[in-house]
C-alpha cells in the first residue's frame, strides 16, 4: 500500500488531474444544486469523455463530479427548501429555517465544512479498512436490508413528533405512491390504470422535485413576498461555524460521516438514507432535540457529513467486489469496465496505482471543495437578491426540465405537477411532505426486500419470522427500530422531568426518608 | 422581420430542393446524425456495448450517433420508443433477448416482436452456474443431487421475475427434478452481493455481469451450445449431462417500415464494425462475449424464442 501512496501523490500533481477535479468539483457542485439534475446524471453525463482519456484521470474526474454534486445539493436544499439530489432532503429540515431567518451563508458554510468533514472521513475508510467492510456490508442481505428500511421509516415518528398522527399518514401516502410500477416480486403491473407508461412506476425524484420543490414555488408565490428570505450575512460566520463544528458538533459529526460511510456500502441504501438516519440520531442523542427543525447546525451538520460520506462507503465494495454501493457508483463502475480493469481485492495490488491514485485523489478533492464551494455560496446567495417572481420561474423551468432529463419521460414531468400541488395542499393541511417523500425512497426497497425474506422462508421452515430471527444485525435492527418508535415518548419526558425538575427530586427525598 | 424570416426560408427551401434534385437522397444515407435509443440508463452494460461500437461506427460512417436514454421497466419503455418511432431511418436502438420476447407476454408491452426491423445481434451472453469459491459443490451434478437430496434447502438466487433468468430456471425444473427456493433479485448486483454474503447457495448469472466477481466466484456450468473464450475451462452444461442452453442476447434493431436501401446500409456498416479487430478486442477488455449474427438469423431466432417463452410461462402457470 505505502508503495503506491508516494506516486499516486504525484500525479495528484499532474496539471491535468488538477484542472479535472477543479473542472469536476465545480460543476458537479453546479449539477447538484441544481434541482432535479442528480449526481447519478452527472457523473453518467460524464462517462463518454472518460473514453478519451487514461483511465486514472477519467476516475479522478468522475470522484470529483461526485462529491462536488452531493454536497452542491445541499446549496438548493438551504436557499430554496429544495434538496438538489435526493441525498439532501433532511439538510431541508434546519437549512431552509436558517435561510428564512436570513443567516443562509450560516447554512452554506456548514453544509460545506460538514461534508468535506464527511468526506474524508469515508475516504479514510475506503482508504485503511477495505476489505474487512467490504465483508461486513455482505452480510446485508434481504432480512438486513428490510429492517433498515423499516428503521429509516421509524424517524417518521421522530420527524413529526409534534403530531405523530399526520406524521404516519404522510409516510403511508408515499408508500402508496411507491407500489406504483411493476411488482418486484411477481412481476404484475399495478395501479396504472391502464396507462402503459405508469408501468415503470413514479420515479422517487420527479416525485421529490414536485413535493419540495415545485410546491415551494406555489407557496413562495402565495406568500407575496418581494424575495425568498432576508439575507443578512455577518462577517464572522465563517469562524462562528467553524467554532460550533469543532466544539459542540463533534461527536455529531463523528457518529454522522460513520453512519454514512456504512450505509453507503451497502448496495441498496445511499446518501437519501444515510443521511435521514444521521438526522435522526443526532436529534436523538441531543440535550435539546426540540430545537431541531427551528434552524441548528446540528441538523444540517448531521445530514451533510452522512451524504458525503456515504461517497467513500459506497466505492468500498465497488472496488474490492465489483458491486456498488450507490446508483452513482455503478455508473463510475461501468467506466472501469470499460476500460478493462476488473474490480476485486487485487485492485490494490494489480492496478495499485490506480486505485491509490483514485482514493488520494478523493482526498484531495474534498481538501479543494473548501475553496471552490466558498466561491460558490457566494455566487448562490446572489439568488436571495433576486427578485421572487423571477427565482419562481426559474426553479419552475429547472424543475421541468431536470425531471425530463432523468428518464427522457414526459410522464416524469407530470409527475412533478402533480405532486407539486399534491405538496402544496398537503402542506396547508399540516401533512408532512419529508415523511412523504420517505416513504417514496423507502417503499420499494421495503417490498422487494420483504419479498427476497419470503421466498427464502421457504427453506427456513416456511415462517418469515425465521428468516428475520436467524440474522443478529436484523435483531439488532428490530432493537433499534422498537427504540426508534419509543423515542417520541422519551422525548416528552425527558421535556417534563426537565421543566419540572423539582417534582423528580422530592420523591427521591421522600423515598431516602421512608 | 417578417420578411427576413419568410426570405430565409426559402432560401432554405430551395437549398434543401436543390440538394433532393441533385442526387438520390438514399445513397446519401444518413445525413444526418442518428437516434441511438438505449433501453437502460447511461453507464450500464447495454450503454458500455453501445458506446464500443459508436467509436468504430464513427470510422465508417461521417454521421454520429446521438445517444438518447429511455430505461424504464426492464427496458420495455425504450423498445416501445423504438416500435414506435417514425421509420425514417434516423431512429435506431438496442434491445436484448429475452426481454422483448417476454414483456409482451407479461405486461401489455407498447411492441410486439413484429414492430421492428433486425439489423444484427451483436452479443451472445450466456447464463452460468456459479457458486462461492469456499462452496462445498464442484460440479453441477453436485448441485442438483443436494437439491433432490434435501428438497426446498437449496436457495438459487436469479434476476427477475419473468426476466431471462426465470425462464432458464423454468426450463431446468421442467426438464430436471430441481426441488429448491428461488430468489428473485433487483439486479446483478444485488444478486452477486447475495451469493458472496451467503444469502443463496447457487446462482444462476450472466457471464458479463459474473465477470466482475471472479476472484470470489466459481463458475461451475455455462448454459451455452460451446464453450466461451473468457473461460476457456469451463464445461458447458451440456458436457455434465445437463441440456439447457440459456443465454442474453444483445441487438440492435430498426422500427419496421424502414427503406430497405436504409436497413440494407445499416446491416452493411455493422457488419463492418463486428468484423474489425480492434472493436473485437475492446469488447473482450469490457466483458462483452461477441457474437455476430445477421438480421435475418436473428429475426427467426426471435421467433423460436417468442415460442419457447410462452411454452415455458404457460407451462409454469405465468401466463393467463
Given at each position: 500500500?505505502?508503495?503506491f501512496?508516494?506516486?499516486?501523490?504525484?500525479h495528484?500533481?499532474?496539471?491535468?488531474?488538477?484542472?479535472?477535479?477543479?473542472?469536476?468539483?465545480?460543476?458537479g457542485?453546479?449539477?447538484?444544486?441544481?434541482?432535479?439534475?442528480?449526481?447519478?446524471?452527472?457523473?453518467?453525463?460524464?462517462?463518454?469523455?472518460?473514453?478519451?482519456?487514461?483511465?486514472?484521470?477519467?476516475?479522478?474526474m468522475?470522484?470529483?463530479?461526485?462529491?462536488?454534486?452531493?454536497?452542491?445539493?445541499?446549496?438548493?436544499?438551504?436557499?430554496?427548501?429544495?434538496?438538489?439530489?435526493?441525498?439532501?432532503?433532511?439538510?431541508?429540515?434546519?437549512?431552509w429555517?436558517?435561510?428564512?431567518?436570513?443567516?443562509?451563508?450560516?447554512?452554506?458554510?456548514?453544509?460545506?465544512l460538514?461534508s468535506?468533514?464527511?468526506?474524508?472521513v469515508?475516504?479514510?475508510?475506503?482508504?485503511?479498512l477495505?476489505a474487512p467492510?467490504?465483508?461486513?456490508?455482505?452480510?446485508?442481505?434481504?432480512?438486513?436490508?428490510?429492517?433498515l428500511?423499516?428503521?429509516?421509516?421509524?424517524t417518521?415518528a421522530?420527524?413529526?413528533?409534534?403530531?405523530?398522527?399526520?406524521?404516519?399518514?404522510?409516510?403511508?401516502?408515499g408508500?402508496?405512491?411507491?407500489?406504483?410500477?411493476?411488482?418486484?416480486n411477481?412481476?404484475?403491473?399495478?395501479?396504472?390504470f391502464?396507462?402503459?407508461?405508469?408501468?415503470?412506476?413514479?420515479?422517487?425524484?420527479?416525485a421529490?422535485?414536485?413535493?419540495?420543490?415545485?410546491?415551494?414555488?406555489?407557496?413562495?408565490?402565495g406568500?407575496?413576498?418581494p424575495f425568498?428570505?432576508?439575507?443578512?450575512?455577518?462577517?464572522?460566520?465563517f469562524?462562528?461555524?467553524?467554532?460550533?463544528?469543532?466544539?459542540?458538533?463533534?461527536?455529531n459529526?463523528?457518529?454522522?460521516?460513520?453512519?454514512?460511510t456504512?450505509?453507503?456500502?451497502?448496495p441498496?441504501?445511499?446518501?437519501?438514507?444515510?443521511s435521514?438516519?444521521?438526522?435522526?440520531?443526532?436529534?436523538?442523542?441531543?440535550?435539546?432535540?426540540?430545537?431541531y427543525?427551528?434552524?441548528v447546525?446540528?441538523?444540517v451538520a448531521?445530514?451533510?457529513?452522512?451524504n458525503?460520506?456515504?461517497?467513500g462507503?459506497?466505492?468500498?465494495?465497488?472496488?474490492?467486489?465489483?458491486?456498488?454501493?450507490?446508483?452513482v457508483?455503478?455508473?463510475?463502475?461501468g467506466?472501469?469496465?470499460?476500460?478493462?480493469?476488473q474490480?476485486g481485492?487485487?485492485?490494490?495490488?494489480?492496478?495499485?496505482?490506480?486505485?491509490y491514485?483514485?482514493?488520494?485523489?478523493?482526498?484531495a478533492?474534498n481538501?479543494l471543495?473548501?475553496?471552490?464551494g466558498?466561491?460558490?455560496?457566494?455566487?448562490?446567495?446572489?439568488?436571495?437578491?433576486?427578485?421572487?417572481?423571477?427565482?419562481?420561474?426559474?426553479?419552475v423551468?429547472?424543475?421541468?426540465?431536470?425531471?425530463?432529463?432523468?428518464?427522457?419521460?414526459?410522464?416524469?414531468?407530470?409527475?412533478?405537477?402533480?405532486?407539486?400541488?399534491?405538496?402544496?395542499?398537503?402542506?396547508r393541511?399540516?401533512?408532512?411532505?419529508?415523511?412523504?417523500?420517505?416513504g417514496?425512497?423507502?417503499?420499494?426497497?421495503?417490498?422487494?426486500?420483504?419479498?427476497?425474506?419470503?421466498h427464502?422462508?421457504?427453506?427456513?421452515?416456511?415462517?418469515?419470522?425465521?428468516?428475520?430471527l436467524?440474522?443478529p444485525?436484523?435483531?439488532l435492527?428490530?432493537?433499534?427500530t422498537l427504540?426508534?418508535?419509543?423515542?417520541?415518548?422519551?422525548?416528552?419526558w425527558?421535556?417534563?422531568r426537565?421543566?419540572?425538575g423539582?417534582?423528580?427530586?422530592?420523591?427521591?427525598e421522600?423515598?431516602?426518608?421512608? | 422581420?417578417?420578411?427576413?424570416?419568410?426570405?430565409?426560408l426559402?432560401?432554405a427551401a430551395?437549398?434543401v430542393?436543390?440538394?433532393?434534385?441533385?442526387?438520390?437522397?438514399?445513397?446519401?444515407?444518413?445525413?444526418?446524425?442518428?437516434?441511438?435509443?438505449?433501453?437502460?440508463?447511461?453507464g450500464?452494460?447495454s450503454?458500455v456495448?453501445?458506446?464500443?461500437?459508436?467509436?468504430?461506427w464513427?470510422?465508417?460512417?461521417?454521421?454520429?450517433w446521438?445517444?438518447?436514454?429511455?430505461?424504464?421497466?426492464?427496458?420495455?419503455?425504450?423498445?416501445?420508443?423504438?416500435?414506435?418511432?417514425r421509420?425514417?431511418g434516423y431512429?435506431?436502438?438496442?434491445?436484448?433477448?429475452?426481454?422483448l420476447?417476454?414483456?409482451?407476454?407479461?405486461?401489455?408491452?407498447?411492441?410486439?416482436?413484429?414492430?421492428?426491423?433486425?439489423i444484427?445481434?451483436?452479443v451472445?451472453?450466456?447464463?452460468?452456474?456459479?457458486?462461492?469459491?469456499?462452496?462445498?459443490f464442484?460440479?453441477?451434478?453436485?448441485?442438483?443431487e443436494?437439491a433432490?437430496?434435501?428438497?426446498?434447502?437449496?436457495?438459487?438466487g436469479?434476476?427477475?421475475?419473468?426476466?431471462?433468468?426465470?425462464?432458464?430456471?423454468?426450463?431446468?425444473?421442467?426438464?430436471?427434478?430441481?426441488?429448491?427456493?428461488?430468489?428473485?433479485?433487483k439486479?446483478?448486483?444485488?444478486?452477486?452481493?447475495?451469493?458472496?454474503?451467503?444469502?443463496?447457495d447457487?446462482m444462476f448469472?450472466?457471464?458479463?455481469?459474473?465477470?466482475?466477481?471472479?476472484?470470489?466466484?466459481?463458475?461451475?456450468?455455462?448454459?451455452?451450445?460451446?464453450?466461451?473464450?473468457f473461460?476457456?475451462?469451463?464445461t458447458?452444461?451440456?458436457?455434465?449431462?445437463?441440456d439447457?442452453?440459456?443465454?442474453?442476447?444483445?441487438a440492435?434493431v430498426?422500427?419496421?417500415g424502414?427503406?430497405?436501401?436504409?436497413?440494407d446500409?445499416?446491416?452493411?456498416?455493422?457488419?463492418?464494425i463486428?468484423?474489425d479487430?480492434?472493436?473485437i478486442a475492446?469488447?473482450k477488455?469490457?466483458g462483452?462475449?461477441t457474437?455476430y449474427?445477421?438480421?435475418?438469423?436473428?429475426?427467426?431466432?426471435?421467433?423460436t424464442?417468442?415460442?419457447?417463452?410462452?411454452n415455458m410461462?404457460?407451462?409454469?402457470?405465468?401466463?393467463?
Open positions: 500500500m505505502m508503495e501512496i508516494g506516486p499516486a501523490i504525484g495528484l500533481f499532474e496539471p491535468l488531474n488538477i484542472l479535472l477535479m477543479v473542472a469536476g468539483l465545480t460543476g457542485i453546479i449539477v447538484g444544486a441544481l434541482p432535479g439534475l442528480t449526481a447519478t446524471m452527472g457523473v453518467a453525463l460524464m462517462v463518454p469523455a472518460t473514453f478519451a482519456m487514461d483511465a486514472t484521470s477519467g476516475l479522478i468522475l470522484g470529483a463530479i461526485y462529491a462536488g454534486a452531493i454536497y452542491g445539493g445541499s446549496n438548493s436544499a438551504c436557499l430554496i427548501c429544495t434538496p438538489g439530489t435526493p441525498s439532501s432532503v433532511a439538510t431541508t429540515f434546519d437549512g429555517p436558517l435561510c428564512q431567518a436570513g443567516r443562509a451563508d450560516i447554512g452554506l458554510i456548514t453544509s460545506l460538514s468535506v468533514f464527511g468526506g474524508i469515508g475516504t479514510v475508510f475506503l482508504l485503511f477495505a467492510l467490504a465483508r461486513f456490508a455482505l452480510q446485508f442481505g434481504g432480512p438486513e436490508n428490510f429492517w428500511c423499516i428503521f429509516g421509516l421509524s417518521i421522530v420527524m413529526s413528533s409534534g403530531n405523530m398522527v399526520k406524521g404516519l399518514l404522510s409516510g403511508a401516502m408508500l402508496l405512491v411507491s407500489t406504483v410500477g411493476i411488482d418486484p411477481v412481476g404484475v403491473p399495478r395501479f396504472t391502464g396507462y402503459y407508461p405508469l408501468v415503470q412506476g413514479i420515479e422517487v425524484i420527479p421529490m422535485i414536485g413535493l419540495f420543490s415545485f410546491s415551494q414555488v406555489l407557496y413562495l408565490i406568500s407575496y413576498k425568498i428570505a432576508d439575507y443578512k450575512p455577518a462577517p464572522g460566520a469562524g462562528e461555524v467553524v467554532r460550533a463544528l469543532v466544539g459542540r458538533c463533534k461527536v459529526l463523528m457518529r454522522s460521516s460513520i453512519i454514512g456504512l450505509v453507503g456500502m451497502l441498496g441504501a445511499g446518501g437519501e438514507i444515510a435521514i438516519i444521521s438526522y435522526n440520531e443526532a436529534k436523538r442523542w441531543d440535550k435539546n432535540p426540540e430545537r427543525g427551528t434552524g447546525i446540528e441538523g448531521a445530514s451533510e457529513s452522512a458525503n460520506a456515504v461517497i462507503g459506497s466505492l468500498i465494495p465497488m472496488l474490492t467486489l465489483g458491486i456498488p454501493g450507490s446508483a457508483a455503478a455508473v463510475i463502475l467506466a472501469l469496465l470499460a476500460k478493462g480493469i474490480p481485492f487485487k485492485v490494490f495490488t494489480a492496478t495499485g496505482d490506480l486505485a491514485t483514485f482514493i488520494m485523489s478523493q482526498f478533492v481538501l471543495m473548501i475553496p471552490i466558498l466561491l460558490l455560496a457566494r455566487i448562490m446567495t446572489k439568488l436571495l437578491s433576486i427578485r421572487l417572481t423571477f427565482v419562481a420561474i426559474a426553479i423551468v429547472l424543475s421541468v426540465i431536470g425531471s425530463y432529463a432523468i428518464r427522457n419521460s414526459m410522464l416524469d414531468v407530470w409527475i412533478v405537477i402533480v405532486f407539486g400541488f399534491l405538496g402544496y395542499f398537503s402542506g393541511v399540516g401533512l408532512d411532505t419529508g415523511a412523504m417523500a420517505l417514496i425512497i423507502l417503499g420499494p426497497m421495503i417490498e422487494e426486500n420483504l419479498g427476497k425474506c419470503v427464502l422462508s421457504k427453506a427456513s421452515g416456511g415462517s418469515v419470522i425465521n428468516v428475520f436467524e440474522s444485525i436484523a435483531i435492527l428490530i432493537v433499534l427504540l426508534s418508535l419509543a423515542t417520541p415518548f422519551l422525548l416528552d425527558k421535556r417534563k426537565r421543566d419540572c423539582c417534582d423528580i427530586a422530592q420523591p427521591k421522600n423515598s431516602t426518608h421512608a | 422581420m417578417k420578411v427576413r424570416f419568410l426570405a430565409r426559402a432560401l430551395l437549398l430542393l436543390g440538394l433532393a434534385v441533385a442526387g438520390d437522397a438514399y445513397a446519401k444515407y444518413p445525413e444526418k446524425p442518428i437516434n441511438m435509443v438505449i433501453a437502460f440508463t447511461a450500464g452494460s450503454d456495448q453501445a458506446r464500443i461500437m459508436q467509436k468504430y464513427n470510422k465508417y460512417s461521417d454521421q454520429q446521438v445517444f438518447v436514454y429511455k430505461p424504464g421497466a426492464g427496458g420495455a419503455i425504450g423498445f416501445g420508443e423504438i416500435a414506435n418511432a421509420p425514417d431512429t435506431i436502438g438496442g434491445i436484448n433477448i429475452p426481454h420476447v417476454l414483456q409482451p407476454m407479461v405486461q401489455k408491452a407498447m411492441f410486439s416482436i413484429d414492430s421492428y426491423a433486425y444484427c445481434q451483436v451472445n451472453d450466456p447464463q452460468a452456474v456459479v457458486v462461492r469459491n469456499d462452496s462445498k464442484t460440479s453441477v451434478k453436485d448441485i442438483f443436494f433432490k437430496a434435501n428438497p426446498g434447502k437449496l436457495k438459487v436469479l434476476v427477475g421475475p419473468n426476466s431471462g433468468h426465470h425462464l432458464m430456471f423454468l426450463d431446468v425444473k421442467g426438464k430436471f427434478d430441481f426441488p429448491v427456493t428461488e430468489v428473485f433479485y439486479g446483478a448486483a444485488d444478486q452477486n452481493a447475495a451469493l458472496l454474503g451467503g444469502e443463496i447457487v448469472g450472466n457471464l458479463n455481469d459474473v465477470m466482475r466477481s471472479l476472484e470470489e466466484m466459481t463458475v461451475l456450468g455455462l448454459a451455452a451450445e460451446k464453450r466461451n473464450a473461460l476457456p475451462d469451463v458447458t452444461l451440456r458436457e455434465q449431462g445437463f439447457v442452453v440459456s443465454d442474453i442476447r444483445r440492435y430498426a422500427p419496421k424502414i427503406d430497405k436501401a436504409q436497413l446500409y445499416l446491416r452493411e456498416t455493422f457488419k463492418k463486428c468484423d479487430p480492434e472493436y475492446d469488447m477488455k469490457a462483452q462475449p457474437e449474427m445477421d438480421g435475418d438469423a436473428f429475426a427467426a431466432y426471435v421467433r424464442q417468442n415460442d419457447f417463452a410462452r410461462l404457460q407451462k409454469a402457470g405465468l401466463l393467463k
